[in-house]
């Protein structure tokens, strides 16, 4: 069964760094593309980072660009979100995606399969 499990959120100060993972089981990561989603209460659900294992290809939303990186380790099949500086406006729950398309793509409803979401809280 496929399935996607998050870790690594937490409580951190503003200014302050996490790492994200999302573990596939049941599945091979590559020829995937792999999404990064958050999800801040009231609002809804937007992309963050995403990568094309086929190439490594990344991609970033404007206001994550030059503080997260996104990677993925093929041999243990896990994909990291490294968050760097964060901010109070980074609070959110995060969700890591496959879509079995490979391809490049913001649309949250175009992914095939999700985690259960890891909550990051940036607070002084």
């Known amino acids: 069964q496929e399935k996607l499990v998050e870790s690594g959120g937490g409580l951190v100060q503003p200014g302050g760094s996490l790492r994200l993972s999302c573990a596939a089981s049941?599945?091979?990561?590559?020829?995937?593309?792999i999404g990064w989603f958050r999800q801040a209460p009231g609002k809804g659900r937007e992309g963050v980072s995403c990568i094309v294992t086929t190439d490594n290809s990344t991609y970033y939303a404007d206001s994550v660009k030059g503080r997260f990186t996104i990677s993925m380790d093929t041999g243990k099949n896990i994909v990291y979100l490294q968050m760097t500086n964060l901010k109070p406006e980074d609070t959110a729950v995060y969700y890591c995606?496959?879509?079995?398309?490979?391809?490049?793509?913001?649309?949250?409803?175009?992914?095939?399969?999700w985690g259960q979401g890891t909550q990051v809280t940036v607070s002084s």
């Open positions: 995606a496959a879509d079995t398309s490979g391809h490049f793509s913001w649309f949250s409803a175009g992914y095939d399969y």
């Open positions: 049941g599945f091979s990561l590559v020829h995937y593309s």
